[in-house]
Every structure is written in C-alpha cells, then in structure tokens.
C-alpha cells in the first residue's frame, strides 16, 4: 500500500504562492487517483483539488477554482498542489489523499493519506 508525506506549507502573505508536494512511496503512484483536502481548526476537512491516475480529469472546488493548480509526475511518484493568490481563508492543514478507485471530492472514498503540512496565510 501507498505512503503519502507531504511538504512545502509555511507561512506567507496574502497574494503570495507555496507549492505543496506528496511524495508516495510503496507503491506505483501511477495506479492512484490522488485528491487534496485542508482543515481548518473546528472545521471539517475541506475538498480542494482532485485528478485521476492519468491526470485526464482534474477537478478542483469552487472556493480555488483559478488560483491552485492539482498536478503529479507519475515517474516521480508526486503530486503538487500550486496555490497562487493565497487568502488568509485558505489557512488550513493540507492534505494528499490517494485512492485505487477514482477520485471523488468525497474524503471517505479515499483510503491513504499524508500526516497533512500547515498552510498560514497572513492578511
């Protein structure tokens, strides 16, 4: 089974960009559909962006549609998550979910999951 670790949060101003990483190891990450969601504190985990094992669909939520951007190397075993134009409102944990199903924006339709990398955007 998959093992997800991501990297890349941090602090940042508002309008500023960070480009978040999920590093997958034991196993082909080109069997997966992967999905990235963020909490906030007494939130409840939130869908961000979605893309399918091949990359031919990418899905992504309302609240960042045209400002992150969901991509993956397949021979890297990695996924990306580029955030541009940050807002405070998209302070959260963010995390790299992986599925051999294909992804929906559903957090229980997916089985592995990274520990999650702080995002802080300042206003």
């Known amino acids: 089974q998959v093992q997800l670790v991501e990297s890349g949060g941090g602090v940042v101003e508002a309008g500023g960009s960070l480009r978040l990483s999920c590093a997958a190891s034991?196993?082909?990450?080109?069997?997966?559909?992967m999905g990235w969601f963020r909490q906030a504190p007494g939130m409840e985990r939130e869908f961000v962006a979605l893309?399918?094992?091949?990359?031919?669909?990418?899905i992504s939520a309302a609240s960042v549609k045209g400002r992150f951007t969901i991509s993956r190397d397949n021979a890297k075993n990695t996924g990306f998550l580029q955030m541009n134009n940050l807002k405070p409102e998209d302070s959260a944990v963010y995390y790299c979910?992986?599925?051999?199903?294909?992804?929906?924006?559903?957090?229980?339709?997916?089985?592995?999951w990274g520990q999650g990398t702080q995002v802080t955007v300042l206003s």
């Open positions: 893309m399918t094992y091949s990359g031919a669909t990418i």
């Open positions: 034991g196993g082909a990450f080109s069997n997966y559909g």
């Open positions: 979910a992986a599925t051999r199903t294909t992804p929906t924006s559903r957090p229980q339709h997916y089985n592995y």
